[in-house]
């Protein structure tokens, strides 16, 4: 046993524990209901091919894995199998403040599991890293959690605390401002768009459309308190650059990109910015199937010319794959 390992075992030893759990921080449920948020995202848990690609993605960036890994977030566990199944090193610390979700998680693992480290499971708010030890980890990962952390700057300067020389704190599916702003801006084109072609909006319609383009704004915002929000935070990849290489963080930004683009059959799940703009309305958002019907029929001058943007090169960057490697 390694030194880093003797370490880890040691401090998971220390941790006190909470109904079965792990316990970092005080339990937090999500703000729905666990059980359906697969459902509510049109998201299949586990997928594989997540965890795979993430680990595809760190050997060919040359990270030490030798080291215990950090998921942050676990959720239901969409990216939580794949990484099990194929992180090479010897621990996974899979974390989430909801026990609801540790233990959705957790189930997805039976006695035939063929991945070869150890899992532990813990509740952990990530704003609570603070507390974990120096240099510990070979690897953080996340999935689509980096915008509900309240202090994120404090964060990624305790991530770089957090990790071992050479290591990485590797995100995926983190909204970027700019596209979030470009969907918005579209959005906001929807009543007159369906009003030049004799459509009435429903009000329902209406408060749905508005929904989403004041929580764009919310999200861009930061001059108000947003302690108590579930989604926070919109970023720019440059301004999450400048953080990182504040505490020795090197960023390469993977735009468009999503963690299975790198898994076989490596197909890279974006395609345009109006397909993803639609299954966002239409699984995210909740618009209903005749709103949904009539975007598609009188939208499709604009969405077709952001997409006649990006006929070589996939864009704009909505979303995408955050590396951050730790200097050696």
């Known amino acids: 046993m390694n030194t ?64 215990p890994a950090l998921e942050i977030g676990c959720g239901t566990g969409f990216l939580t199998y794949g990484t099990a199944l194929h992180y090479p090193g010897p621990d996974l610390l899979i974390t989430d403040p909801s026990p609801a979700f540790l233990q959705i998680t957790r189930e997805q693992f039976d006695a035939n599991f063929a991945g070869r480290a150890r899992r532990h499971f813990a509740i952990l708010n990530a704003d609570d890293l603070g507390q974990l030890p120096d240099r510990m980890f070979s690897v953080i990962s996340m999935r689509s959690t980096l915008h509900h952390i309240l202090r994120y700057e404090d964060f990624i300067a305790d991530t770089a605390r957090c990790l071992r020389p050479n290591g990485a704190l590797i995100m995926g599916a983190e909204p970027c401002e700019a596209g979030y702003l470009l969907m918005a801006a579209v959005a906001q084109s929807i009543p007159n768009a369906l009003k030049a072609a004799g459509v ?17 704004q919310y999200c861009c915002n930061r001059d108000i308190d947003k302690t108590y929000a579930e989604d926070k935070h919109f970023f720019s990849p440059h301004e999450l650059s400048d ?3 504040k505490h020795g963080l090197d960023l390469k930004f993977l735009p468009t990109a999503q963690f299975r683009d790198f898994a076989p059959p490596y197909i890279p799940g974006f395609h345009c910015f109006s397909r ?43 979303t995408g794959v955050f590396l951050f490697r730790k200097e050696s």
């Open 276 to 318: 993803f703009f639609l299954i966002y309305m239409e699984f995210c958002m909740r618009f209903e199937p005749a709103f949904m019907e009539q975007i598609r029929r009188h939208l499709m001058p604009q969405l077709k010319f952001i997409d006649d943007c990006h006929r070589v090169h996939a864009g704009p960057a909505i």
């Open 200 to 216: 009435e909006m429903q009000p329902a319609w209406t408060a749905k459309l508005t929904e989403f383009t004041d929580t764009v």
């Open 243 to 245: 953080l990182g290489a």
């Open 4 to 67: 880093s390992s003797a370490n880890f075992d040691q401090w998971i030893a220390g941790l006190k524990k909470w109904h079965g759990w792990l316990q970092l921080s005080a339990e937090r449920a999500y703000m729905h209901a666990e059980e359906e948020y697969n459902s509510h995202y049109g998201v299949n848990a586990p997928d594989p091919a997540e965890g795979e690609g993430l680990c595809n993605l760190l050997k060919t960036h040359a990270v030490d894995t030798s080291g």
